[in-house]
T-cell receptor, first 117, second 114 residues
Framework: DTAVSQTPKYLVTQMGNDKSIKCEQNLGHDTMYWYKQDSKKFLKIMFSYNNKELIINETVPNRFSPKSPDKAHLNLHINSLELGDSAVYFC????????????????FGPGTRLTVT | AQTVTQSQPEMSVQEAETVTLSCTYDTSESDYYLFWYKQPPSRQMILVIRQEAYKQQNATENRFSVNFQKAAKSFSLKISDSQLGDAAMYFCAYPNFGNEKLTFGTGTRLTIIP
């Protein structure tokens, strides 16, 4: 049973195209995230959703639009792809802190390697 | 803003030896958590160990342990009896208060020498 799954694992496309990456978690978590890992392996948060509500939007171009149809799914749609969008995109989920600053570890999907040519 | 710094881009260790990976961070919070994640060539992000700042005792998970120095804002990872399967990128991470997003360090690539 895969806890956090992403499809596709690899995506090769041309500049200007529109593509989507899907993420699903079966852990019953309330919070889901998208991270981007660049060619230097640096990981940075892009978006966070809590129970279908957008919590974090970290200075990401408008061409990126997350969508959460329910709390188990968080998809990432990218319009007009650019060369600089080439990266590995990770979906993650965590349990919603109930009280105070209780941090639960985040569980990551296998990543989607996006290559824009 | 919280920052996480890993000053060792690469480290190597002989198999069966011990290695320590360094991490420093900056925060104004008094109660927080810290994580070490491992990313092997498969690119899967795997949680190695977590530390709760209010706990005096350093966290331990089998061959992995941390040296947590709260006053110095230091959180190093010690790997004992290194194995070939430990070869990976290791990331120190801090979950931001309130929204729980993870701020990652730049990573340390660990090579195990047979």
């Amino acid at each position: 049973d895969t806890a956090v799954s992403q499809t596709p694992k690899y995506l090769v496309t041309q500049m200007g195209n529109d593509k989507s990456i899907k993420c699903e978690q079966n852990l019953g978590h309330d919070t889901m995230y998208w991270y981007k890992q660049d060619s230097k392996k640096f990981l940075k948060i892009m978006f966070s959703y809590n129970n279908k509500e957008l919590i974090i939007n970290e200075t990401v171009p408008n061409r990126f639009s997350p969508k959460s149809p329910d709390k188990a799914h968080l998809n990432l749609h990218i319009n007009s792809l650019e060369l600089g969008d080439s990266a590995v995109y990770f979906c993650a989920s965590s349990q919603d802190p109930q009280t105070g600053h209780i941090s639960y570890e985040q569980y990551f999907g296998p990543g989607t390697r996006l290559t824009v040519t | 803003a919280q920052t996480v710094t890993q000053s060792q881009p690469e480290m190597s260790v002989q198999e069966a030896e011990t290695v320590t990976l360094s991490c420093t961070y900056d925060t104004s919070e008094s109660d927080y958590y810290l994580f070490w994640y491992k990313q092997p060539p498969s690119r899967q992000m795997i949680l190695v160990i977590r530390q709760e700042a209010y706990k005096q005792q350093n966290a331990t998970e089998n061959r992995f342990s941390v040296n947590f120095q709260k006053a110095a804002k230091s959180f190093s990872l010690k790997i004992s009896d290194s194995q070939l399967g430990d070869a990976a990128m290791y990331f120190c991470a801090y979950p931001n208060f309130g929204n729980e997003k993870l701020t990652f360090g730049t990573g340390t690539r660990l090579t195990i020498i047979p």
